[in-house]
């Protein structure tokens, strides 16, 4: 099932300039007999037919009438979803149980990619710490489907000198301008490069770093950015903090507020400026449930995310006693249990909600386990699935103003995601991943579920 990517003919064809997508099928593809949760929040179609050809829908629903010579795929019992886009994901961060620049490489990004396809994640965003003259090319590779998955992002992105964010990174992957008038450069740099988004790490990260950021650098970046009809998304924890970037007039929140309930006041500033609000619950969770070990991070599924020094790591009793324990491990729960409370307010006024989870950013933030975890949590946090499942494809790709993808309808991407069982009902078996479908290729998930007994 596994398509395999081939890095030779790639080359060729960027070097050919041909602008097709690649290695998309020519024959018409029907998943039939399959459950249709559209990504639109609509109730699901039961015994449905999805076409796709060239990587394309090019029909679903109920009595679609099959083209000639298409290749039939009987998917009873399982259910199809548009494939996971991620709003707030990092690549090239880390191998293993080590982060450092030095993984900021094709090498080591295609491998992450590949990762988040199996999960069943087609759209990856990179919101920033990125390597340009790495990033740049296989941001337009991904956009011709030479790549896993295909590639979002912000470039450098823009921290404090001495301050936000706090990472093992070289100087090409972030900036730490120390006047507006230079951190209005950067924005011209990232503009140049052609970055999707501009990003912000405005906090002290719960007073651990001597500085935030300077107001006048906040407002220069957001005016540099706008002028460039470029939006700017702000790493944010305290609701302080988030008050002050929204009134500066970012766009887009990249992490959910988590020390305080959010007032009235700032719901509905979000709701009338359409400030897209990306809760991240999974980077808290993340934090400590690797070290708490519930039954979930021994499934087959997840395990087959993790690396073996990851997995050794987390396996580790003295680790598991220092990392569910302390300040640190009960800071990260009691902002996931704000993250869960604030959510369901600013989901249930109609504020705008992204889908992300920070993945990538360190070894604990798994890629493609982090966004199953998310979703997860998003029922915790009082969401019906289906209502979930919309926030992760048809929002999530509203956020990066996408229109060609996050909904199973005629004429969008053929990036879809499989699974057994009826996540609209048991959000648990998005879990179960079949097949992911990228740009019209197949490729099995992380862990083969088995074919029902055929009926008696
Ligand atoms: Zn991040």
Redesign the pocket.
């Known amino acids: 099932m596994e398509t395999t990517m081939k890095p030779v003919m790639f080359v060729a064809t960027v070097l050919l300039g041909i602008p097709t997508l690649a290695s998309a099928q020519t024959v018409p593809v029907a998943l039939t007999h399959i459950r249709i949760i559209d990504g639109t929040g609509a109730p699901p179609v039961e015994d449905g037919t999805v076409v796709m050809q060239d990587g394309v829908i090019v029909a679903t629903g109920k009595n679609v009438a099959l083209p000639a010579h298409a290749k039939i795929m009987d998917r009873s019992g399982k259910t199809v979803l548009p494939g996971l886009i991620s709003d707030?994901s990092?690549i090239g961060q880390l191998k293993g149980v080590v982060t450092g620049p030095q993984f900021y490489t094709v090498d080591n990004i295609l491998p992450e990619l590949a990762q988040y396809r199996r999960y069943g994640v087609t759209t990856v965003t990179a919101?920033?710490n990125n390597v340009p003259h790495v990033f740049d090319p296989m941001r337009k590779d991904a956009h011709m489907g030479l790549l896993p998955t295909d590639l979002f992002g912000v470039d450098q992105g823009i921290g404090v000198p001495r301050g936000a964010p706090p990472v093992n990174v070289a100087p090409d992957q972030l900036f730490r301008p120390r006047t507006p008038e230079d951190a209005r450069k950067n924005v011209d740099t990232m503009a140049e490069e052609g970055t999707d988004l501009v990003k912000i790490w405005v906090d002290d990260f719960d007073h651990s770093l001597p500085v935030k950021m300077d107001p006048a650098i906040i407002a220069a970046v957001v005016d540099e950015a706008h002028k460039k009809h470029l939006r700017v998304a702000a790493?944010i924890h305290d609701l302080d903090d988030a008050e002050h970037v929204v009134a500066a007039g970012v766009d887009i929140l990249?992490h959910g507020v988590r020390d305080k309930p959010v007032p009235s006041s700032l719901v509905q500033t979000l709701k009338e400026r359409g400030i897209w609000y990306i809760p991240t619950l999974q980077l808290d969770e993340a934090t400590t449930v690797w070290a708490e070990q519930p039954t979930w991070v021994k499934t087959p599924f997840v395990v087959a995310g993790l690396s073996a020094p990851l997995l050794q790591q987390i396996n580790n009793p003295t680790w598991q006693r220092n990392n569910s324990n302390g300040a640190k491990a009960d800071f990260a729960r009691t902002s996931l249990a704000m993250n869960l409370q604030n959510l369901q307010t600013l989901w249930k006024a109609g504020v705008k909600v992204g889908f992300g989870t920070?993945s990538g950013?360190t070894p604990l933030r798994v890629p493609g386990v982090a966004e199953h975890r998310e979703l997860a949590l998003m029922v915790r946090a009082g969401i019906p699935p289906l209502s979930a499942l919309q926030i992760a494809t048809q929002s999530a790709a509203e956020l990066l103003g996408l229109q060609d993808r996050g909904v199973i309808v005629a004429g969008k991407r053929a990036d879809l995601l499989v699974v057994a069982g009826n996540p609209a009902v048991t959000m648990a078996d998005a879990d179960q991943v079949v097949e992911t479908w990228a740009n019209g290729n197949a490729v099995s998930g992380p862990v083969p579920v088995q074919e029902p007994r055929s009926a008696p």
């Open positions: 707030h990092h919101l920033g790493h990249a920070d950013a």
